[in-house]
């Protein structure tokens, strides 16, 4: 397995055959998801996605509702690939993959308390663990 940090928040897992970006967002470079062959995304804040880099790569998309919501309005051409996931979910993306958490930190308290999820992935007998900005881990 490679892991490689694609700035701020996305990060990008490899094994031989599949490569699993997680919350390209706007800090990150469109390299991050050339060639992916899954798209993770854990809360709607910009800097976890955004339309120009999920419409650059045609893999699947998995995500919070919230966020799929966004992703109708501001990339249609994408939506087609999104399926929602929900705390506790499990699914298969090459590596096995399991949403936790329900919420992002509290930025302030005067501020929504927006949902995120986590993910775990099973990749080659480790367990690798990206929590968004889960507020509790």
């Not at 998801?33 to 854990?42: D, H, Q, Y």
């Not at 999920?54 to 919501?69: F, G, Q, S």
């Not at 329900?102 to 999820?117: G, Q, Y």
Request: charged share 20%.
């Amino acid at each position: 397995m490679r892991i490689i940090k694609h700035g701020h928040a996305c990060v990008r897992l490899e094994t031989d055959r599949h490569a699993v970006v997680i919350d390209p967002g706007m800090f990150t470079s469109p390299e991050a998801v050339e060639g992916a062959t899954a798209v993770l995304i854990t809360h709607e804040h910009p800097d976890h996605w955004t339309p120009d880099l999920l419409a650059a790569t045609d893999a699947p998309v998995w995500t919070i509702a919230a966020v799929a919501e966004q992703i109708r309005t501001n990339a249609p051409a994408v939506a087609e690939r999104v399926t929602v996931v929900a705390p506790g979910d499990r699914w298969d993306v090459g590596v096995p993959v399991t949403a936790v958490g329900e919420k992002h930190a509290i930025i302030h308290p005067e501020l929504p308390h927006f949902d995120n999820s986590g993910y775990l992935l099973e990749i080659e007998g480790a367990t690798v663990f990206h929590p968004g900005d889960d507020g509790v881990i």
